[in-house]
């Protein structure tokens, strides 16, 4: 199902069968080139596959954004321990929305990227771990395996190659952190989800103690097509050192919120102007958040000339991630985003290490205290201070994730707080009621 | 302790899906399914749990108040989850939530007298183009109004 109109400026990649009927169904899959790419990577050897996507320039979509061809060449493929695939469709990260619909609209598509990668690793089983909240996920995901274990596109001696492979579904139970790859591990093996010390990196030491490859739902589904079409076709639609599409979330104060296909690349003011149908309510842009709530936020004016790729993000001091793109206009509040993302990451932080775990905490009470009319002018340097005593001293990046974005919104927006101890409680919070209305 | 045909063949299955001696990785998905089927995770299934698996029950407990999902005491039949966080929140999250809570008049994880509506300020739920989101259950509902949601808060309380 979709859940928006699709705009004419996407490219349809990943998607193209989002819309079709019945485009779940593995008929439909083959009647569209389904395992295609798959039969066509039987014929190759495991070192061509790594290569094909490492030509491809694909990216891992979950957020960090790390070459795929590179990862998938560090798993010991000669290993006589077993290998794994795990999928990693835990989308928790606030303003992401996308593997949902991949899942939802394209299973096949999902599996037959495991299986490219399990051939690649000469891995036999995978395991696809998916958000608790997202039940009918597995739903839909369990009948496609089922599918495609009946025409013998998983289990034993797959069409004729003697390659087997089992795939399985696995659910969380409620958990952002096991978002992040090693402590998603830990949760597939019946644990908390603390994360692991690296290295050793899943690629050597993943699950069950084994290589494993784990990369997000749509870094999958992209090595179906690059397999078929060739790395080289997919490196093309994006920019150098980023190939391909990547699904785009827009959210916030904008006209057409939805989830867009969209080459690498992109220029940000055009998505937001013709993708996403401009400003709500005619209102002026004042904040955007490029992949999810754990980038630092950038200013209207650092949107200029930017466009939605790794690096033009990295050069603009924050980060592509996941596509979960927000926009918010000139009536909100910074100090009360501030505050509700921090509430999220306190409310997510395990507790593992300190710096997160009081940071984020005090971090909390500070912004909350602060949108209540009751800051000092010295906190907002203690905001700022508290937050980059995080940056870097936690074993996974939740930390990191808290600490960036108010370390944005309090630099940027620093007046927003100095606003707060004027016009107490929150000046702006009229005007923010006004627009939701 | 017993189950439901359905839930007992999921049992089987999810034991059969990981490596021999891996067995502890079910543990999270029978709790939640079972949770679904008994309203909670009581110290009887904690223990049905652990025996299957071959762990202690204190190896369950200790996992299970990691995640948030799992609870130890059942909820209402309806549970309505809203998500106030970032994109939720920029486009009406909150109003939803002070509606929901001013008129059942309960607030964050609590049930009403009959237990047939509990509410949930929720994170992110994944529906953040489709903001604001709310979850009954496993449903998802998108681009809710307060209008809307007034009308399927009297919808659950009439619905059995």
């Known amino acids: ?437 | 302790m017993t189950f439901s045909p359905e839930l007992e063949a999921r049992f089987d299955k999810l034991l059969r899906s990981y490596p021999p001696g891996r067995q502890r990785s079910a543990m999270i998905p029978m709790l939640l399914y079972a949770q679904d089927e008994i309203g909670s995770v009581t110290p009887e299934l904690v223990e049905e749990v652990a025996r299957r698996i071959g762990v202690s029950p204190l190896q369950v407990e200790e996992v299970l108040t990691y995640y948030s999902m799992l609870r130890r005491k059942p909820l209402g039949r309806h549970h309505v989850q809203i998500c106030t966080n970032i994109s939720c929140l920029l486009t009406g999250g909150e109003e939803l939530w002070e509606h929901a809570c001013r008129k059942l008049g309960i607030g964050h994880k609590e049930a009403t007298a009959d237990g047939h509506i509990s509410l949930e300020e929720v994170e992110c739920i994944g529906a953040c183009s489709w903001a604001p989101a709310l979850q009954v259950n496993y449903d998802f509902y998108h681009n809710v109004t307060v209008e809307q949601l007034d009308r399927l808060l009297d919808s659950l309380r009439k619905a059995q």
């Open chain 1, 1 to 437: 199902m979709l859940y928006n109109e699709p705009s004419p400026l996407e490219v349809k990649v990943l998607t193209r069968r989002f819309g079709l009927p019945n485009s779940a169904s593995i008929e439909t899959y083959l009647q569209t080139d389904g395992y295609q790419a798959f039969r066509k990577a039987l014929g190759m050897k495991p070192e061509e596959i790594i290569e094909e996507v490492k030509v491809s320039n694909l990216r891992g979509r979950g957020g960090a954004g790390f070459p795929t061809g590179m990862k998938w060449s560090f798993v010991p493929r000669t290993s006589p321990k077993p290998k794994y695939i795990v999928v990693n469709a835990d989308e928790s990260e606030p303003g992401t929305c996308k593997d949902r619909l991949l899942i939802e609209n394209d299973p096949h598509q999902l599996i037959e990227g495991v299986l490219i990668a399990g051939l690649a690793v000469d891995a036999h089983a995978g395991y696809i771990y998916v958000r608790g909240e997202y039940r009918y996920l597995i739903e839909i995901m369990d009948r496609a395996i089922a599918e495609a274990y009946e025409r013998g596109y998983l289990g034993k001696n797959l069409l004729g190659s003697g390659f087997d492979f089992d795939l399985y579904t696995h659910t969380g139970a409620g958990a952002y952190e096991c978002g992040e790859e090693s402590a998603l591990l830990e949760s597939l093996e019946g644990k908390r989800g603390v994360p692991r010390i690296r290295p050793p990196f899943p690629a050597v030491v993943g699950a069950f103690q084994c290589p494993t490859i784990l990369n997000n739902v749509e870094t999958f589904c992209a090595v179906p097509p690059i397999i078929r079409d060739g790395g080289a076709a997919f490196a093309a639609l994006g920019v150098p050192k980023a190939g391909g599409t990547k699904l785009t979330c827009l959210s916030g104060h904008i006209n057409k919120p939805g989830v867009y296909e969209l080459p690498l690349g992109f220029p940000v003011m055009k998505m937001i102007e013709e993708v996403g149908g401009g400003m709500r309510n005619g209102k002026k842009l004042k904040a955007f958040i490029p992949g999810g709530s754990s980038c630092p936020v950038l200013t209207a004016q650092e949107c200029e000339g930017l466009t939605m790729d790794y690096d033009a993000m990295a050069k603009a001091k924050t980060m592509l991630g996941s596509g979960g793109v927000v926009i918010m206009d000139e009536d909100t509040c910074m100090v009360k985003a501030a505050l509700r993302i921090m509430r999220f990451y306190a409310h997510e932080s395990c507790g593992w290490c300190i710096p997160c775990r009081e940071g984020t905490t005090w971090l909390r009470k500070l912004l909350q205290r602060f949108h209540d009319g009751m800051g000092q002018r010295s906190d907002i340097g203690l905001i700022g201070d508290l937050a980059k005593n995080m940056l870097g001293r936690t074993f996974c990046p939740l930390g990191d994730a808290a600490a960036m974005p108010t370390i944005s919104i309090v630099e940027k927006f620093a007046h927003e707080f100095e606003d707060h101890l004027n016009g107490k409680p929150c000046p702006y919070e009229k005007a923010e009621r006004l627009a939701i209305a």
